[in-house]
């Protein structure tokens, strides 16, 4: 099993950026999908979720209305397009997947590596 996430990189706050996650090894359109975030000193942050046939999405509060989740199942692919970002949106983003509808790491059963997302003000 393996999740490869990509895409963070240095940006200017107002910023967007598109992160990828590329999955392997497991049924990808049998599992829920998530992003978290950790940044440094904080606990992981529960930021986006989808569910496996891509219809429906949920977002964690600090990120609604700015972030979009979506996949692609046929490429085994998860997608989280982040639009006016914010220093605080600094943080180690890591896609995950689930076999619920979760907003709990508990929930999830496999994790990527994480990407770093820097956001400057």
């Known amino acids: 099993v393996q999740l490869q996430a990509c895409g963070g990189g240095p940006v200017q706050a107002g910023g967007s950026l598109r992160l990828s996650c590329v999955a392997s090894?497991?049924?990808?359109?049998?599992?829920?999908m998530g992003w978290f975030r950790q940044a440094p000193g904080k606990e992981r942050e529960f930021v986006a979720g989808?569910?496996?046939?891509?219809?429906?999405?949920y977002y964690g509060d600090s990120v609604k209305g700015r972030f979009t989740v979506s996949r692609d199942n046929a490429k085994n692919l998860v997608y989280l397009q982040m639009n006016s970002l914010k220093p605080e949106d600094t943080a180690v983003y890591y896609c995950?997947?689930?076999?619920?509808?979760?907003?709990?790491?508990?929930?999830?059963?496999?994790w990527g590596q994480g990407t770093q997302v820097t956001v400057s003000s």
């Open positions: 995950a997947a689930s076999f619920g509808d979760s907003y709990s790491q508990s929930g999830y059963k496999y």
């Open positions: 090894g497991f049924i990808f359109s049998s599992y829920s």
């Open positions: 989808v569910t496996r046939s891509g219809g429906s999405t």
